[in-house]
């Protein structure tokens, strides 16, 4: 399933927790993705997340077990803790410029 959203300023925390969709576009006028706006969408593989992005909380991602890769863009800040911990196909994370914090890993299951 491919969900597309609403413009808003925030995906809520725990928003769209458990959903069964693969594919997810953030629109542009996105610029904070909430605790566990996206955990255990185990189908999630694929997210374009928007140019003006600037935090991503924790464990926003977290269990997300198909996604393979991400690119964050340069005006992401912050990382929460285990943002995307438990994502074990995630292989690339790219980009990530101009992070001022990463909290407690992170990537977990992101092979070396």
Known sequence: MKIEMCDGQEIKDHQFEGCRISCVTIPSTVTVIGNCAFTDCEPLREV??????????????????SMTSINIP?????????????????????NCKGLETIGKLRVMGVSS
Not at 53 to 60: D, N, Q, T, V, Y
Not at 74 to 91: E, N, R, W
Request: glycine share 8%; aromatic share 8%.
């Open 48 to 65: 374009t997340l928007p140019k003006g992005l600037k935090i991503i909380r924790s464990k926003a991602f977290y269990r997300c077990t």
């Open 74 to 94: 340069s005006m992401v800040t912050l990382i929460g803790d285990k943002a995307f911990a438990g994502c074990k196909q995630l292989d690339r994370v790219e």
